[in-house]
């Protein structure tokens, strides 16, 4: 019996590109060779060693993604095969992650409904958690027609996805619109979003995705409002094109400016207000991004099916590479108390250009994860009334540490596949120095301490150590200080949370003029020429670290030159070399007395110079706090699990809320 399709309820529409972003078109769709992963069905010891090499090899080695014709698009939803040619759909965006369907929801099915017009063939694929990829049924078209397939999901257990291709074999074949269905009910009927933006001086982007999500407004019918929360100085209200790019929205777009509380304050903000306005969920998302709209469809689409309340995240590509899928899944390394991938075969920073969804056997695999970055990350009201609004962290952490409470609470969080966006990546950026530091520190060792199952948190305090060493010896004091601080404050106790939102930042900050290398010059010619008596390097340039078993001796001796040795006389007025960022590594720079280094973006250099009055002090401040931290563990991993619940309340935030709100504005 032929299936109504017009009765169903749509779980995912097929996408896309406007036909101006050529360089995205792979993710979209496929015009080249599919051979899969092709390993056999039984394979065990070495054989399944030498396979899974194999078909490593053969994605880093053979490049088998070919974009299709920019000018067969005819909209979002339709494309033209030209006569003799074949079009896959087996794409991030495109194709069906069934697997995810099969884990985290009740369909056991799903309808695909592909609408043509011309002659051709449609042919229905799915591959397993192997990547192998598997025919599944095919329909001959001619005219207007619609195909429709009823597709089991049971096989999807450890991973796999649908896609069906277009075989344009007697003439040109015109994808009018395919979408996947169900006749299922929700748990969720109609779920609605808040999608909230927390900006801080990053005016052009907020003004631009305002702009696209205001030119998709179908994506509307799932949204109950698109908030912004404004942290900055240069206000997005201010901009000239601002009035233009809401007029679309009216009703459904609001600002909220406050004081800067850094990421968690602005997300936390979001949380509240999607429980204060009646939302279903909110959608958190970063300001230095693009989004595909189609994503917070999808986004709301799964959680409305989800068979229990579940975080939904969507993934990252990179803004200016923007093929090049930077993350799939995040979880964290509970012994170390860091971040982590889910299998070691995931490749980070991957080119869906250059090697497809189909021929990239890890990506067939489901991933489970622990978290997903709030870049962009849907979280159902019900949960967050549940356990509460994000830490105050101000940024690092805070969207891990809600994940892991999430997941001792019992709520999974799922990174979605075909739910995406573009980021401006890590590449270009090390947060890891500055006065960033201060969070990474402080933050991490928070959420050791209160998710940790290890008595004395795994081994985070010895790499809390290991990295005050390494900072030290690198010269980079102005960081190392910002660490110290972070301890001191930790050690003190959960009451200071909600004010160092506003007030920690400013301190840090203004101690970047004590040291030199806090001091970001743009012209390297702004610094003294480098000179030295004697050649920098012997042999070839670029050191290697010291092994595990060198490590000791190596940091002994090398903390003991710098400690006693004094400084040679023409480095205190001239660097003896400059080092591109790659090359700044602590067992390159450890061996210099001074030297110029330019940052991760390329917009400036540094002037480390060693002190070794500096380095004394603060390795002998860092080995007393981690002494008194290892002493006085388990009293503060009772006082900071003991407050958690109540510094992320409600009522909490409220109050940060309304001493830091500088002003409201709807439209």
């Avoid at 939102?501 to 806090?518: C, K, N, Q, T």
Wanted: glycine content about 6%; proline content about 4%; overall charge negative.
């Amino acid at each position: 019996m032929a299936v109504e399709t017009n009765t169903l309820k749509t779980l995912q529409r097929v996408i896309l590109p406007d036909a101006v972003q050529t360089d995205v078109i792979p993710l979209y769709v496929d015009a080249g060779a599919a051979t899969g992963v092709q390993l056999p069905t039984r394979v065990d010891g070495d054989a399944a060693e030498t396979f899974a090499k194999a078909a490593a090899n053969q994605e880093r080695t053979v490049s088998t993604s070919s974009s299709a014709d920019a000018g067969n698009l005819l909209g979002r939803r339709s494309t033209v095969v030209s006569q003799g040619k074949s079009l896959s759909f087996g794409t991030y965006f495109n194709a069906f992650p069934a697997s995810y369907w099969r884990r985290w929801t009740d369909l056991r099915s799903v309808t695909l409904s592909v609408k043509t017009e011309g002659e051709g063939m449609v042919i229905v694929y799915k591959s397993n958690a192997r990547g192998v990829i598997q025919r599944v049924d095919s329909a001959v078209v001619s005219g207007s027609q619609e195909a429709v397939f009823e597709l089991s999901l049971k096989p999807f257990g450890d991973g796999g996805w649908y896609w069906f291709d277009l075989d344009a074999n007697r003439s040109d074949l015109t994808l009018v619109e395919a979408n996947w269905l169900t006749d299922a009910a929700p748990r969720t009927e109609n779920g609605q979003a808040t999608v909230q933006i927390t900006t801080m001086n990053k005016v052009d982007y907020c003004i631009d995705n305002i702009r696209l999500l205001s030119q998709n407004l179908d994506i509307f019918d799932s949204v109950k409002e698109l908030l912004i929360v404004d942290q900055g100085t240069d206000k997005v209200q201010d901009h000239p094109d601002f009035e233009e790019v809401v007029a679309p929205l009216a009703g459904k777009f609001r600002i909220i400016n406050q004081g800067n509380l850094g990421g968690s304050g602005g997300f936390a903000r979001g949380m509240y207000e999607s429980v204060k306005t009646g939302s279903d969920y909110v959608l958190l998302l970063d300001d230095d991004v693009v989004v595909e709209p189609e994503s917070i469809l999808r986004l709301v689409t799964f959680a409305d099916y989800c068979k229990n309340p579940t975080i939904v995240g969507g993934h990252m590509f990179d803004m200016y590479d923007r093929t090049v899928l930077h993350a799939f899944g995040e979880v964290v390394n509970p012994w170390r108390t860091f971040y982590d991938r889910p299998h070691e075969d995931m490749s980070l920073g991957h080119n869906l250009g250059h090697q497809n969804l189909r021929n990239t056997h890890w990506l067939h695999r489901r991933v489970d994860v622990d978290y997903n970055g709030w870049w962009m990350c849907l979280i159902p009201t019900e949960v967050i009334k549940q356990i509460g609004l994000s830490l105050p962290l101000f940024l690092k952490w805070d969207d891990a540490e809600y994940g892991l409470r999430a997941k001792e609470a019992g709520i999974p969080t799922v990174s979605f596949p075909g739910a995406g966006l573009w980021h401006v990546s890590w590449v270009d950026k090390d947060d890891s120095v500055g006065w960033q530091a201060y969070f990474h520190e402080r933050n991490r060792l928070i959420t050791a301490l209160i998710h940790s199952p290890f008595e004395k948190g795994g081994s985070v305090m010895r790499e809390s150590l290991f990295l005050d060493v390494k900072h030290a010896l690198s010269m980079q004091y102005y960081t190392e200080e910002g660490r110290l601080m972070a301890l001191e404050d930790l050690l003190s106790g959960p009451e200071h949370l909600h004010d160092s939102l506003s007030e920690r930042l400013p301190v840090i900050r203004s101690r970047a003029a004590d040291y030199i290398d806090a001091q970001l010059k743009s012209d390297i010619d702004d610094y003294p020429q480098p000179k030295t008596k004697k050649p920098p390097f012997k042999g070839r340039r670029n050191f290697t670290p010291p092994n595990y078993k060198q490590l000791i001796p190596w940091a002994v001796k090398t903390v003991g030159r710098q400690a006693l040795v004094p400084v040679n006389e023409q480095a205190k007025e001239n660097p003896q070399i400059q080092l591109a960022y790659q090359e700044n590594r602590w067992w390159t720079v450890s061996r210099f007395d001074s030297l110029l280094v330019t940052n991760a973006e390329g917009t400036g250099v540094f002037w480390y110079k060693r002190d070794p009055q500096q380095l004394r002090s603060k390795l002998a401040k860092a080995a007393s706090l981690h002494a008194k931290l290892f002493k006085n563990w388990a009293s503060l991993r009772e006082r900071y699990r003991s407050a958690a619940a109540d510094v992320a309340s409600f009522e909490a935030w409220e109050k940060t809320f309304k001493k830091h709100t500088e002003s409201e504005l709807t439209r």
